[in-house]
């Protein structure tokens, strides 16, 4: 049985607690976030499936060849919708890293990379239309 006592072992705290700010970014409101730097955030080995799994900050000459290939990819393509020409992906990265609403990651199991993730505040992008609140703030 899986239990919060038993998984707190596993968890990474990002940031530490404080009390929650406010600002806006391109006429987005959103919580003001730490800055992120580059790097691994969070690291850990899985018994189940003998691998460690990690999240690291994007990095646009280290990720560019591999991002451009899983973008254009079909089964990514057709729900990213980003199948475009290699410098059009470079700025969509660059813009990502700049844009303080956002953070792009990539996963990698065991060192290799395997998935493209972007941690970002719901509210403030297009997903927000799916949602029936009208304001998360």
């Not at 038993?6 to 730490?34: C, F, I, S, Y």
């Not at 994007?58 to 990720?63: F, G, H, I, K, Q």
Request: with cysteine; hydrophobic share 35%; aromatic share 14%.
């Amino acid at each position: 049985e899986l239990t919060r006592e038993g998984r707190m072992d596993e968890m990474t705290v990002l940031a530490e607690a404080r009390p929650e700010r406010w600002t806006e970014t391109n006429d987005r409101a959103h919580p003001v976030r730490p800055v992120i730097t580059p790097g691994v955030k969070y690291r850990r080995y899985w018994p189940a499936i003998n691998a460690t799994i990690s999240y690291r900050v994007a990095e646009v000459e280290r990720d560019l060849d591999i991002f451009h290939e899983w973008h254009n990819s079909y089964r990514v393509y057709q729900f990213w919708e980003l199948n475009k020409p290699k410098e059009e992906l470079r700025e969509y990265l660059t813009k990502g890293l700049a844009d303080p609403h956002q953070t792009p990651f990539i996963v990698e199991i065991d060192g290799a990379p395997v998935g493209y993730f972007e941690f970002y505040w719901t509210p403030s992008t297009c997903c927000m239309r799916c949602s029936s609140s009208a304001s998360m703030r």
